[in-house]
């Protein structure tokens, strides 16, 4: 059974870090293309970044340059480094295993200004 676990998200002050783990089980990571999403409240679950299989990364042109997603084969976790965060960048952020559908419970991050 696939499983997905978000941690990392807090509270971040305007111009602030923070780093998202997605720990993957049941699957490998290196064999499924993981996609972060966000949802803010009343607005629609947007991507925000995906990593493929080979490595390929591609992001929201909302956070490109400030957002990094990654991944540790060893530890079969993906990982999304966030910097420069903003206020808009508040949401629950989810994982996403593409292969399989699955869904991580999600974890919130939250901007203040």
């Known amino acids: 059974q696939v499983q997905l676990v978000e941690s990392g998200g807090g509270l971040v002050q305007d111009g602030g870090s923070l780093r998202l783990s997605c720990a993957v089980s049941?699957?490998?990571?290196?064999?499924?293309?993981i996609d972060w999403y966000r949802q803010a409240p009343g607005k629609q679950r947007e991507l925000v970044a995906v990593i493929t299989v080979s490595g390929n990364t591609n992001y929201a042109d909302s956070v490109k340059g400030r957002f990094t997603i990654s991944r540790d084969d060893a530890k079969n976790t993906a990982y999304l480094q966030m910097n420069n965060l903003k206020p808009e960048d508040t949401a629950t952020y989810y994982c996403?295993?593409?292969?399989?559908?699955?869904w991580g419970q999600g974890t919130q991050v939250t901007v203040s200004s």
């Open positions: 049941g699957t490998p990571v290196s064999l499924n293309a």
């Open positions: 996403h295993s593409i292969r399989s559908n699955n």
